[in-house]
């Protein structure tokens, strides 16, 4: 999935998306990327949306935690 799916979805109407509203409810989920250009007020809309969690990871492609914190606070 590229982050063009996740932007022509982001009203939830589209399959990138549709998968988080589908998790069974009464638990706790995160999303780990792995790219940073994902980073995005949009992603973290997305999140807050479905009441999902952002991994705030240590990877050679993504921004130190720091910075992932700054686009996606807690």
Request: proline share 7%.
């Given at each position: ?17 549709e ?10 989920y ?12 949009l ?9 999902v ?22």
């Amino acid at each position: 999935m590229d982050r063009g799916n996740l932007v022509e979805t982001a009203d939830g109407g589209g399959e990138a998306l549709e998968v988080l509203g589908r998790l069974p409810v009464g638990f706790d989920y995160a999303v780990e990327l792995r790219d940073a250009q994902w980073l995005s007020p949009l992603y973290r809309q997305v999140l807050a949306r479905h009441e999902v969690a952002h991994v705030y990871s240590y990877w050679s492609h993504m921004p130190r935690p720091a910075a992932q914190e700054r686009a996606v606070p807690m």
